[in-house]
């Protein structure tokens, strides 16, 4: 594994143990936390020396959705509880882990930045649940939040969860179904076929080996170029939500994000894609210890804020260090 020297002290000693616990057996591996029970995969979350706490103006509650396959837990994140929700947030863990607490540090930020209501969906996991019962618990979760919004919808989701974003905007894309007026992806897988050139890389996080068989646990003998699984094999992506695109240089998933962006661009599509040279995959969850999370989220509340006012063709300023690229206007 290589270490980016400007990834700062407590960073690189962090993945470094990491790496390290987890080569002696201490920390489980990939496959071994697969094989847990759903509840503890679920409650997996960043611990909290290396994140922040929520700002003191947002408050969270829980509430449970009735859908065709059951009952659904959502979280919010407001700031009066009479407020609409405008965000609808889709977590990260590989299809198989984590929950609605995986990164309340972006969801509430967002939230109290930009003076909306966020809702984070608890979709199923796999491999009790393979795809596409997450895709389609994310899809009624839009419904109900485009039914209780006052303007315009906004997904965003990390990792999986921007996997789970991009697909989103497909299928209601297909179905003629509610309106999304942006896409925020954040380091996400876009191809089930692993082949961007990036997952030939050595990186901190999970490895190619771990995607192949997080993949397996999500898909099963499924077609891996199935659009819904890989958006970037979609046969068209004209018509599709403005796109705020952000990418970790050290992360194999990193040219995922760069080709989609250029692909959504090609199809005439608003692409603001970042990628920061200095991060691992999954920074946003440790902003305690990635120098760069600070200025991630801003970017990305700069990129949403135009959208939830009505304007989506308006630029905005981004901070990211290496690329900043508008198109489709």
């Not at 609808?88 to 209501?117: E, Q, T």
């Not at 009790?128 to 895709?135: K, R, S, V």
């Not at 970037?232 to 194999?252: E, K, N, R, V």
Request: charged share 15%; aromatic share 8%.
């Amino acid at each position: 594994m290589k270490v980016a020297p400007r990834f700062g002290w407590k960073l690189r000693l962090t993945l470094a143990l990491s790496e390290w616990l987890t080569r002696v057996g201490i920390m489980p591996t990939v496959p071994a936390i697969i094989r847990w029970p759903v509840a503890r995969r679920k409650s997996i979350k960043p611990a909290g020396w290396m994140t922040y706490p929520p700002p003191a103006s947002v408050l969270t509650a829980r509430e449970s959705i009735a859908t065709a396959a059951g009952p659904m837990d959502l979280k919010w994140f407001r700031t009066s509880a009479a407020q609409a929700p405008s965000i609808l947030f889709i977590h990260g863990g590989g299809w198989a882990n984590g929950g609605v607490d995986s990164l309340d540090y972006l969801c509430a930020n967002l939230c109290d930045r930009l003076g909306v209501g966020v809702v984070a969906v608890d979709y199923r996991l796999a491999p009790e649940h393979p795809f596409p019962a997450g895709l389609e618990d994310c899809y009624a979760a839009l419904v109900w939040v485009t039914a209780r919004a006052k303007g315009p919808v906004v997904v965003v989701g990390d990792s999986a969860g921007g996997n789970l974003a991009g697909a989103l905007c497909l299928l209601a894309q297909q179905r003629n179904g509610p309106s999304i007026a942006q896409q925020t992806l954040i380091y996400p897988s876009l191809d089930a076929t692993l082949a961007s050139p990036s997952m030939a890389e050595l990186h901190p996080g999970p490895s190619r080996a771990d995607f192949a068989v997080i993949l397996q646990c999500y898909l099963g003998d499924h077609d891996r170029r199935d659009p819904l699984v890989s958006p970037i094999h979609a046969q068209s992506h004209h018509g599709l939500p403005p796109a705020f695109i952000a990418t970790a240089q050290w992360d194999l998933l990193r040219d995922d994000g760069a080709r989609y962006a250029d692909i959504l661009r090609a199809a005439g599509v608003a692409v603001q894609y970042v990628n920061y040279p200095d991060m691992p995959h999954g920074f946003l969850s440790t902003p305690k210890l990635s120098l760069d999370a600070p200025g991630a989220l801003a970017d990305i509340v700069a990129a949403i804020r135009p959208h939830l006012q009505g304007a989506s063709t308006t630029p905005v300023a981004i901070t990211g260090r290496l690329t900043a690229t508008l198109a489709g206007q």
